[in-house]
C-alpha cells in the first residue's frame, strides 16, 4: 500500500563513512525528489529525477550523489558524511508535466553523524 | 529566488476555534500551492493542492485560499480538534519548475 518508501527509517554513523537512502515508489510517477530538512525544521530540494535524468541538482556538496536506476528508484549515497549532514532526509514523487502534479513524501530517513 | 514565509511561526488554540494559517509568497509566477501537515518525527501529508488558475479549495474541515496576484495563500481549519496538532507547511511549485519551494511552517497546538 505504501506509496513513497525509503530505507532506511533511521541511520546513525561516525564521520567519514559512506552511507545510502534508497527510495522507492510506487505510483507509476516520472519525477522522484530528495529534500534536506535541517535542524529548524526547514525543507529545501536537493536533487530531482524525470525518467531517470537529473533535472534538478541546487547548491549540495558533490559528496553527495543521487542515482535513479529506473523511474521507480531514487537513492541518495553520501560520502564521507560530517556532522553537518545530520539531518532528515525525504523523497517525494510526483507526475510531472501539465497535469497537477501534486507531491507525494515519504517517511523520511533521520541521519546522525557522530 | 522563489522565497515562501509563513505567519504565524506558532500558534496555540482552545478546541473548537477555527484556525488561520498564513502563506505568502514572493514570485507570483506559480504553477501550484500545495499544503502539507507534518506530525512530530513523521513525513509530510499532502492536505490540499491549488493548482494557480484556483482560487480556492476544500476538504472536509480544511479550507484553502489562494490570491495569486498578492502572494498569499490561507488555510482555514474550522473547530479545530485536538488531533488537528502538528506543523502545517506551505509549499509553492514555480510555473517553470518542479521543485517546490517551502515556509518554515506554522506549529499548532489544540488545547483539550
Known amino acids: 500500500d505504501t506509496a513513497v518508501s525509503q530505507t532506511p527509517k533511521y541511520l546513525v554513523t561516525q564521520m567519514g563513512n559512506d552511507k545510502s537512502i534508497k527510495c522507492e515508489q510506487n505510483?507509476?510517477?516520472?519525477?522522484m525528489y530528495w529534500y534536506k530538512q535541517d535542524s529548524k525544521k526547514f525543507l529545501k530540494i536537493m536533487f530531482s529525477?524525470?525518467?531517470?535524468?537529473?533535472?534538478i541538482n541546487e547548491t549540495v556538496p558533490n559528496r553527495f550523489s543521487p542515482k535513479s536506476p529506473d523511474k521507480a528508484h531514487l537513492n541518495l549515497h553520501i560520502n564521507s558524511l560530517e556532522l553537518g549532514d545530520s539531518a532528515v532526509y525525504f523523497c517525494?514523487?510526483?507526475?510531472?508535466?501539465?497535469?497537477?502534479?501534486?507531491?507525494?513524501f515519504g517517511p523520511g530517513t533521520r541521519l546522525t553523524v557522530t | 529566488k522563489q522565497e515562501v514565509t509563513q505567519i504565524p511561526a506558532a500558534l496555540s488554540v482552545p478546541e473548537g476555534e477555527n484556525l488561520v494559517l498564513n502563506c505568502s509568497f514572493t514570485?507570483?509566477?506559480?504553477?501550484?500551492l500545495q499544503w502539507f501537515r507534518q506530525d512530530p518525527g513523521k513525513g509530510l501529508t499532502s492536505l490540499l493542492l491549488?493548482?494557480?488558475?484556483?482560487r480556492e479549495q476544500t476538504s472536509g474541515r480544511l479550507n484553502a485560499s489562494l490570491d495569486k496576484s498578492s502572494g498569499r495563500s490561507t488555510l482555514y481549519i474550522a473547530a479545530s480538534q485536538p488531533g488537528d496538532s502538528a506543523t502545517y507547511l506551505c509549499?509553492?511549485?514555480?510555473?517553470?519548475?518542479?521543485?517546490?519551494?517551502f515556509g518554515a511552517g506554522t506549529t499548532v497546538t489544540v488545547r483539550a
Open positions: 517525494a514523487s510526483s507526475q510531472a508535466g501539465t497535469g497537477i502534479n501534486e507531491q507525494y
Open positions: 529525477y524525470n525518467n531517470k535524468e537529473l533535472i
Open positions: 509549499a509553492v511549485r514555480d510555473y517553470n519548475d518542479y521543485k517546490l519551494s
Open positions: 505510483l507509476g510517477h516520472d519525477t
Open positions: 491549488i493548482q494557480s488558475s484556483q
Open positions: 514570485d507570483s509566477a506559480i504553477y501550484n
